[in-house]
């Protein structure tokens, strides 16, 4: 049994919850840093106010993609969840530009990008389920134009209001309305387009998805693990999970004695402390025969991950270490370095801010054009080619910044962006074509929430590091973020030249 072929405007209905998902996103990328700068925030601190969105999704990605694995409801399986998500991320759009002080927008970053998240992925999967396997680069090319477009809207928003004569700027530490009624627009958009899909969309049965299960054994070899071995692997996480937390104590300590930049516990205690908990827990819970455990379930997949993730693994970290240093740093690159202000109440930041708006707006619709002409660079080249090629564009586009002295609307808002938008398109559409084909479909959303730690942690380690760096060795210039950036999304795409996008896999049950 195979799964039928789609026609485009299924595709599209399917995929149109995308645009609602990417307005909540693009406005939290291209606003937050200035709703904390205009809360009182300090440059050197933005990086730690960013990390409860990165963490979040560490978390809730895999947990939510598990549970879809195993739900089905009168709406389907992955549908209650992208739909529970548009509900309580539209709510946090209303709320966030009324933050009154600067602890309660970090929560709720924290909050909005839960919601996000426990959307976005169940998303992912959707295609995943009901495509068939040559038609999956089509489905998430399709994802990808409405990322952009959305994007390119939202990005723009803060503009738009400002030219109908709504107020750009704001007494100290009140957010304009310019961002608070593009914040609302973009709440009302993430709820309807979502509805959308969940309305117009269908979900194949558990009966139907376990008979394309039983197709897909002739390509997946599947394990069945003894008491034996879970024993061995108890061991091993044990002893990872103790070495883990006796660095996570060592690093910790050294960040006290020394008094480094406090963002460095993020990764002292946040990734390597926490992963060393998590391995340690994994362990005893199998030393005590809890092997069906679904946490243990999430861990052992995790550590028994197919190889081709594994090779997009490091593709994907220094992608997005690229991305989250472009969304964290260019509004205060730009207003530094290029309008040479940190005023946040001057016309001149508010401006520059503004202008940010529209060099994100522009990269998103570069990404919908490209979304379709990368597949068929692709089909004459290859995958991982042309994802070599728009990473290394990105990564010139962003160290292109540097070196902008009159920020014309072609010199600053289309140039750089053009190579951005490329490598955005390809980020957002290649690796997940590349891996969804190798992947069962009965842990198709708890893998595509795995996928999602190689897009976090280098978050989280931007988040911990960026700042560190950027005062202790650029004196506190952020456009020096943007340089780290650019040269981490070409190392990005010279790596991405030895995937083995045919390697077959072994998936553990």
């Known amino acids: 049994m195979e799964k039928r072929k789609l026609g485009f405007w299924q595709i599209w209905n399917m995929s149109f919850g995308f645009l609602g998902i990417q307005m909540g996103f693009a406005l939290q990328n291209s606003n937050v840093s200035r709703i904390f700068q205009t809360l009182g925030a300090n440059i050197d601190d933005i990086p730690i106010l960013w990390v409860a969105a990165p963490l979040t999704g560490l978390i809730v990605q895999p947990i939510i993609g598990y549970f879809s694995d195993r739900t089905w409801t009168r709406l389907g399986r992955r549908k209650p969840y992208f739909l529970a998500g548009a509900i309580l991320a539209s709510a946090a759009l209303f709320i966030m530009p009324n ?25 992912r999967a959707f295609v995943g389920d009901n495509l068939p396997e040559k038609q999956r680069t089509m489905g998430f090319a399709m994802q990808s134009f409405f990322i952009g ?23 100290l530490g009140i957010i304009p309305d310019s961002v ?21 969309s269908k979900e194949y049965s558990p009966e139907e998805m376990e008979a394309f299960e039983k197709h897909q054994e002739t390509e997946f070899k599947k394990e069945t693990h003894s008491a034996e071995w879970f ?70 997949d995790f550590q028994f991950m197919p190889k081709i993730m594994k090779q997009l693994a490091w593709v994907q970290f220094f992608s997005w270490f690229a991305l989250f240093s ?147 060795f650029f004196n506190s210039e952020p456009i020096y973020a943007l340089l780290i950036g650019g040269a981490s999304m070409i190392l990005a795409g010279i790596i991405s030249l030895t995937i083995n996008d045919k390697s077959k896999i072994i998936i553990n049950e």
Do not use: C
């Open 180 to 200: 608070k009624y593009s914040f609302y627009l973009g709440g009302v958009a993430f709820i309807v387009t979502v509805l959308w899909t969940v309305l117009t």
């Open 231 to 300: 024993a061995t692997n108890a061991k091993s996480h044990l002893t990872k999970g103790i070495l883990f937390l006796i660095v996570s104590v060592i690093f910790s300590y050294a960040i006290f004695h020394y008094d480094l930049k406090k963002d460095l516990y993020v990764l002292s205690l946040g990734l390597i402390g926490l992963g060393g908990l998590a391995m340690l827990v994994s362990g005893l819970l199998q030393n005590a025969n809890k092997t069906d455990n679904g946490f243990v379930t999430i861990m052992n």
């Open 99 to 123: 933050s009154p002080v600067l602890w309660f927008a970090a929560g709720m970053l924290w909050i909005m990008d839960a919601s996000i998240n426990v959307s976005m992925e169940p998303f």
């Open 326 to 472: 472009m969304w964290i740093y260019t509004t205060l690159a730009v207003t530094q370095h290029i309008y040479g202000t940190t005023d946040t109440t001057s016309e001149a930041y508010n401006n520059g801010a503004n202008q940010v708006g529209e060099m994100f707006a522009n990269y998103n619709l570069i990404a919908a054009i490209a979304a379709f002409l990368l597949p068929l660079l692709a089909k004459y080249t290859s995958r991982k080619f042309t994802h070599f090629i728009a990473l290394t564009f990105g990564g010139l586009g962003l160290i292109s910044i540097y070196f902008i002295k009159e920020p014309t609307v072609f010199t600053m808002e289309w140039l750089p962006m053009i190579g951005v938008g490329i490598a955005w398109a390809s980020i957002l559409s290649i690796p997940y074509a590349m891996l969804s084909g190798a992947l069962p479909s009965s842990k198709m959303g708890y893998y595509m929430g795995v996928f999602n730690f190689f897009i976090v942690i280098p978050q989280l380690v931007a988040a911990s590091i960026l700042g560190f760096l950027v005062s202790r």
């Open 149 to 171: 477009i959305g994007a390119y809207f939202a990005s723009k928003l803060p503009l738009i209001f400002t030219y109908f004569g709504v107020e750009n700027t704001a007494p």
